[in-house]
């Protein structure tokens, strides 16, 4: 899920949570595939921020998928040995290859290994 | 420094600007048996820098209550009077940290994210209570900055120096760590022990002599958040885990993906909520 404010919006994305305005009011629900007219809509409504599947807009300083994979195993690298962490830097891993390229990318990351 | 004159030292903390005078007042009334959370509520509402400050921690994500709480009686009634009472005495603490160590900080409110999910997964009683214990739960830190501040640096310094955690050089130099610091604290403040232990004890969870799951929870949350590489503890390492506390609250593969996924969430909803501080001041 990525927060972005909605002058980056584009069409084809997909909500992760409801669209809502400054006041709290919903407007569209959590999984709505955006469009340009329902975008429009919604900045005439007031909303200033979505939130949106995946991460779809690169932010300026934002590391990158393998540099950030690289930080992750520094940090664990006094407990490298416990069977326990290593499971669960495995699987914040995956989490984030998933958010940014997909299950599918996962999957045939894991197939080519 | 030697044990006792560090005792001494934070012995002294006391009368500093940590506790606001409205707490002695509150710990009364709540003695009286007869008191409601509306009556308790009138008297936070008295000060309104206060309050507003509380409803703006109560709101927050790493609580998630789904609906804004707007009055402080209903913020008592909805997360027990423990948690509004640690919030006030810890909010001046917390207003030093925002300005002097935003890592800290965000460290310490990611963590109470992460508890406040797994205490909710594992259906304890009262998760707001075990995301109050991971807020504070590196108080020893928060103080030995404010309060020892060129031996906090000589601590920083070596910790990155030596490749060591934090609480391994404080051991050394100061003959105990930042968990037993900020035990000793809360206990002074006479917060109640479901939050004293597991600060005392969340790099060593088994030591607990009560409250041992909430002490696991939060040990484990801080181990979490520093993984997925959020906030700035002091070193840059996961710390290591306690396996029989582990065995305590096992999270499942699938449920492990699930925290994960919910607390990667509610971070980025968090950082919208440090920036609204950041702006407001
Ligand atoms: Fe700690
Ligand atoms: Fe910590």
């Known amino acids: 899920m990525q927060r972005i404010p909605i002058k980056l919006a584009k069409a084809e994305m997909v909500l992760a949570k409801d669209a809502v305005t400054p006041e709290g009011q919903v407007l569209c629900g959590a999984g709505t595939k955006l469009s340009e007219e329902l975008i429009a809509r919604l900045k005439k409504q007031g909303v200033l921020v979505l939130s949106v599947k995946g991460h779809p807009v690169k932010e300026p300083g934002e590391k990158s998928l393998s540099e950030r994979l690289k930080a992750l195993d520094e940090r664990f690298s006094k407990v490298k040995k416990d069977p326990v962490l290593r499971a669960l830097e495995h699987l914040i891993g995956e989490y984030w290859i998933i958010e940014e390229k997909g299950e599918d990318f996962l999957e045939k990351l894991k197939a080519s290994k | ?281």
């Open chain 2, 1 to 281: 420094m030697d044990k006792a004159e560090l005792k001494k030292r934070l012995n002294d903390i006391q009368s500093l600007p940590t506790l606001p005078p409205i707490v002695s007042k509150l710990n009364e009334m709540v003695a009286d048996e007869d008191i409601t959370a509306v009556k308790l509520g009138k008297v936070i509402e008295k000060d309104q820098v206060l309050t507003s400050k509380l409803l703006k921690m109560v709101n927050s994500s790493f609580f998630g209550f789904p609906q804004r709480i707007s009055t402080v009686s209903n913020a008592i009634v909805l997360l027990g009077f423990n948690v509004i009472k640690t919030l006030i005495v810890t909010s001046s603490i917390f207003e030093v940290m925002q300005a002097s160590d935003v890592g800290l900080f965000e460290h310490s409110l990611g963590c109470a994210t992460a508890c406040g999910i797994i205490a909710k997964m594992r259906q304890i009683k009262n998760p707001e209570e075990v995301s109050t214990a991971g807020l504070i739960h590196d108080l020893g830190k928060i103080v030995l900055r404010s309060e020892l501040p060129e031996e906090y640096e000589a601590i920083v310094r070596e910790a990155q120096e030596e490749g060591l955690y934090m609480r391994q050089v404080e051991k050394k130099r100061l003959g105990v760590g930042h968990g037993e610091i900020g035990g000793m604290l809360a206990r002074q403040w006479n917060l109640p022990e479901r939050l004293v232990f597991p600060i005392e004890f969340h790099h060593k969870p088994e030591l607990a002599p009560e409250y041992k799951e909430i002490a696991a929870i939060v040990h484990f949350s801080d181990i979490l958040i520093r993984a997925v590489g959020f906030g700035y503890g002091g070193d840059p390492w996961v710390p290591g885990l306690d396996h029989v506390a582990w065995e305590r609250i096992k999270l499942s593969k699938s449920q492990m993906r699930e925290v994960i996924a919910e607390l990667d969430e509610k971070l980025i909803e968090l950082q919208d909520f440090t920036l609204e501080i950041k702006v407001e001041g």
